[in-house]
């Protein structure tokens, strides 16, 4: 195939109708979204398609091409999450994959997980889900890979961006398509098969009308406890908020119905079903990293010993909690990114990896490795199965005392955020080495493994970093020793942000 893509077409032109649209944008670290649009979000947004329907086909077949060039089976498991323009978007993905060669086993309507699972229960090695997880709608996107249970980083998705806009697809004899018509039933079966919580818990399972209403209910009650269904109904318009369980409006709509329902706890899911969001009996929405720290206080108590890794995002008390210390825990932290925290866990051999955006990736003899927000839920559920005097409020209590944020996003283009990043790094390092003071305090550390985190002699730290799959960079704080400091180092990095103009509005502040 000698197609190169346009990287610009106006959409409602015969052009758009005929030529293949990519946006060389869309190809982020290691995975895969742009800006699709439908009649709804198109309308009067004033943005333009990054993708259209050939773009997606010619996707499918450089993804097809550089499996073959890869020497992995030319096996695929594909499966699509509930938006209004998915499933064409699937189709037209598949259409390129076998055109490369590639055999296409299409599980339907699924879960990020789902698509994880089928790889194994199928055998099959690689995977592509089309999803853009938590993203508005408008967003499309697919997660990738061919090495179960990791999917591509950056090396792979920046040959898979040469393929595509080099025009290097290749076509290929070969190929096929099989409908698999029960992976959704294998998938919620083989995960509550062989767990029965005997204690008696109320759950709320909030879904924000995403893909996961179709499953997490269900499996939930299949192993004990009685669910709570809060917008659970599929909905592709998602009428009440983002299924995202990092945003404070899902949080917040989980508190009403814990509260309301005297539930023991709440667990929430995003679009595409792989992350899991919590707030406890009391009503406090407890951050993912910090309920990582109680998961990780129960598993280490199990599994003497044990390795688990953190992204950079994540609070310090993997380090610092006494519990952890005692059980002989250690904790590695890496790059955020589903990709880079599921691979450094399957490097080091970590019996769970976390990440505070509620990715956790759980190792034999727990899961298989990828992120399940489902699996995430069953565990917290485990936990406090094990602990049947204390509460999910109390366990959070437990724990040492620190001030966390929530991770918030100001905008900035896909085009500017890497190098507006690379110069708020370069002002922190030149403050450290300055020795300037923020907060009254010295400069403890700088960690520019993802970013920069800014750690403070009290131990306050803040973070700025890019998106790897939206056009914002990142911003999260925490402070051990007071809400003052943890607002002080948000207005600190917030007043330093805002000199640039390449930043925008923030999705959310403190």
Known sequence: MTVKPKSAIPANTIEFENQALIKPTGFR???????????????????????NLYGIQLLGASLGTLIHELGVKPQIV????????????????????????????????ALSPTAYFAQFALDVPCVAMVTASHNVNGWTGVKMGVERPLTFGPDEMSRLKEIALGGGAINRGGGGYQKIEDMAELYMRDLAKGIKIKRKLRVVAACGNGTAGAFAAHVLDKIGVEVIPVQCNLDHNFPNYNPNPEDMKMLHAMRDAVLEHKADLAVGFDGDGDRCGVVDNDGEEIFADKVGVM????LSAKFKNAQFVADVKSTGLYLTDPVLIKNGAKTDYWKTGHSYIKRRSKEIGALVGFEKSGHYFFNAPIGRGYDDGILSAIAILQMLDRCPEKSMADLRRDLPKTWGSPTMSPFCADEEKYGVVDRVITEYKTAFANGEKLLGQSIR??????????????????LVRASSNTPNLVVVVESPTSEEN???MFREIEARLAKYSEI???DQKI
């Open 29 to 51: 670290e290691y995975d895969a979204r742009w800006w699709f649009g439908n009649h709804e979000s198109m309308s009067g947004s004033g943005k333009s398609p990054e993708i």
């Open 78 to 109: 594909v499966g699509h999450d509930y938006r209004s323009y998915s499933l064409s978007i699937k189709q037209a993905l598949i259409v390129g994959l076998m055109s490369a060669g590639v055999e296409v086993l299409d599980i339907g309507l």
């Open 295 to 298: 998961l990780a206080r129960d």
């Open 445 to 462: 550390e700088l960690i520019t493994v993802n970013g920069v985190r800014i750690v403070l002699e009290d131990g306050t730290w803040g």
């Open 486 to 488: 943890k607002i002080a």
């Open 504 to 506: 925008g509005e923030y």
